[in-house]
């Protein structure tokens, strides 16, 4: 059976097509999210809604452009959030940080997520700068993130 060249064009072109785009929504882990500004925690436990996956202790954190984001709610390229998921133990009534869930990052590039309101996502399994989460992140954050799209896509505020 023979393949015409046609299709074989096509069909290498589509493949590197696709390959761009799922490229173009990719985020790296930044590995010293933990020095930037700490901007809120929360905890969400058994009951509520979101608990799977979403259960734990949530820290948040802004690099310099996302907290000058926060402030004027603009943002500009290169601003980065990293939503760090904490499981946690509850004993003696304190509640107690656990072993890392996962690390979501949100990073900001108006041309590069144009598809996404400006923001790209990533999303890190556990203590891994590597592996990452398996599932379309970029839909299911996107798809969260649309209820704030008045902030920006943002959830956090800015807090003095």
């Known amino acids: 059976m023979r393949i015409p060249c046609r299709a074989i064009i096509v069909l ?18 930044p590995s010293d999210y933990r020095s930037w500004q700490h901007t ?11 608990e799977d996956p979403f259960g734990g202790i949530h820290h948040i954190y802004a690099n310099p452009k996302a907290m000058d984001g926060l402030i004027d709610g603009r943002y500009e390229a290169g601003a980065v959030f990293v ?20 690390i979501d990052v949100m990073q900001y590039d ?19 700068k590597t592996e990452r989460i398996d599932q379309d992140v ?5 798809a969260c993130h649309t209820s704030t799209e008045s902030t920006n896509y943002v959830f956090s505020n800015y807090r003095d």
């Open 12 to 29: 290498l072109v589509t493949t590197y097509g696709l390959a761009v785009v799922a490229n173009s929504h990719s985020v790296d882990y």
């Open 40 to 50: 809120k925690s929360m905890i969400i436990q058994p009951g509520h809604p979101l």
């Open 110 to 128: 108006s041309k590069q997520f144009s598809e996404t309101g400006g923001w790209g996502y990533g999303s890190f399994v556990g203590n891994s």
């Open 138 to 142: 970029v839909a299911a954050c996107f």
């Open 83 to 102: 939503f760090d998921l904490l499981d946690y133990v509850e004993s003696e009534n304190v509640i107690v940080e656990a072993d890392r869930k996962r």
